[in-house]
DNA sequence: AATGAATGAGCCTTCATTCAT
DNA sequence: GATGAATGAAGGCTCATTCAT
């Protein structure tokens, strides 16, 4: 247990980063797929060429693995689908258009790559990993979405009512990822294919979600 | 495994049909809070008092099983938490906000009947078993809510502006189920405590969804 | 774990029973030999002629089955060189001299049992197993010396002194179980096999404790 | 493996014979606290601080360390508790007082250098390593012991008889450390801790063996 | 119709050892 | 002369399943 126990950032010998991300790279779309409990690290160990006991000797055991898995998808993820740069000329209205096409496309787009499906797995059961996964991960998205919602209501809505209106809009993305298949049976399977594409998505949620907040009326 | 494919409704003597539904009422709570993998056939048949080898005579195996108690559940679904009945006179906003808190009672208070917290694992991860789940249990709901909406839509809002109305205050609703770790992370332990009850999450869902919906304007 | 946990000591099948023994008798001697830990369950098993499962079926685990090994082992073991049942016309000098004989006798016959052997292994490095083990076995044995060497003892000798004595006399007999090779070394090969037979190291042990118990002084 | 095929007195350089010391050092008190099985070679190296592949490059095996271990602690045989060295004029009653005492806390008091610990076990559950250890270690000391009993005994007890007599009294100090556990669980916890000090030992020990030596007639 | 016992595949982990620098 | 990484053989245990009454 030499090594994942003081195992240190600096001075990794090139076979060992090399072994360690090899490993990586195996579990993670296993681990995405299956989640923690339905992998074994034979499993992990075979697809990347590995001996078995090199799980434990890089990382401890498997769930240490899981979560090392979990920190290496968010670090390659943050790439992929970034937000836009907005200028300051942009209004409030379009930053929360596309913010929405955003988290849609990372949620919804074929193909989604293993990251983003561990990331998602994480959110509808949360491990150990999942703490540091909200701060770095999530939250800066969320308090930007927060910003954007606050600016689109009238009056001066509170910082708790903004985050509310902000988890309104979550919630009807996510909706999509989470539930898509029971949505695509309840409006048909034709309707599904046509009308909810990421932009028509984007449109709809928009259109709601605009709607909802320049009607607000704080509570009192 | 004589039992297990020849199985009918018929003819079944009452020792059989007791086991089996002892298993089955055993098996609910433990799949409801754990899910098929989660849970072993020895706790299942501890819990139920049979032997261990009932579950292959009866339903041939463990998967079996839980799809059966799926189906079970879903036929002897608790009518706890139903709709309110409601009379002619009482207001769209009323019916919204009945509809709302009904269904995030279901999906939050712990001591909902397991029969209906199998059925929202179903949701989430859904399997086999899923697709008649939708028909007769989802969309009986969904399109009593859909019908709320869209009188409270002005104009003649399309069926399909309708349902994505709809499916906007579904995702608002989901959002706590689904991720309420992550919210309470979110927005801090302590506003979660206080802010984010039945009462008051119903309050917000229906304030912001009503706002939306009394401002629509059909997208041409 | 069924049977492990709810065992009882009635109604067990015959097939049952037989496995149980089987495992007891194929433990017995591998676990005298080599101890709790250097044994392996594959091994006891593949002796056995049982599957692998099985004594987590009928014992929980490996350290169950130890403790229950040594409990067999103490009730088949009793039987063999029961101490003499003494008449009460047998003077004291005889009963210490029957004690010491059978003591010895237990311990370094050739082809001592494994019962045997599994006990003195319990003396050197108690395990959990040991505590029964005392009280059901050795502390008879023990309360029996002490009442001889006491009534040898001339005064009023204190429970605490007989005691002691008593535990002299153990000692004596004991060093040739647990240091018999170092023995045999230091006296040379060649005395060691004339005397050291269990005879006259009976007649040596009898004549030292014999006097020593004899010219006891009470310490005030 | 070619240092530990080839390894010799000679010519070893300066870190080697560190690196060397270093691992002997630190295995010596882990092996006599748990034995060779209950080690790890990991744990060994951790605590020397060394690389794990140093025991195979200077050892070969974790075992041939064992044995180099038990070596290095006979050469470097800590000389706390020596016995005392006694002047001519001291009775041989206070000779066996201080033999005895030296012994047992040998063997009974926790702070014993690790060699000293080392050995003990050795004579315990004698391996390879032992012959030569009982020659140049047990044998001086026992001599000694037979001596001071002999001239206890009146008229000239032949030196067997002196042999079996001091080998009474060894036996009477090894119970102790053998079977202390079981000892303290017979006499009862309490009486154990506050009657079975060194001290109170050594006396008992001493009052009984001289009694015994004393009263000695030869057997014909 | 039901039972208790038995099965074997497979799980994660641990270890001493050896390889390649 | 020393190191860190890699190896593979077990290790104990768990499980769903099936056998034999």
Redesign the interface.
Known sequence: ??KATSRGTSALSHRSAETRCKLLEAAGPIFAEKGL??VTVREICGRAGVNIAAIHYHFGDKERLYIATVRYARERRAEQYPFPDWDAAVSEAERLHGFVETILRRMLEPDVPWQTRLLMRE??R?TEA??EL??DY??PD?ERLVEIVRALMPGRPSA?EA???A??V???????R??G???R???SED?YEE?YTVESLT???C???L???????S?Q
């Open positions: 247990m030499a409990n339905g959110v509808l949360p999942c703490r909200v701060e999530f939250r969320f708790r985050r509310q209106a988890l309104s979550m919630g009807q993305c996510l909706l999509y989470i539930a298949e029971i949505v049976q309840l409006v309707e009308a449109d709809h949620i259109r709601f979600s709607a909802a907040c320049r009607a607000w009326e509570a």
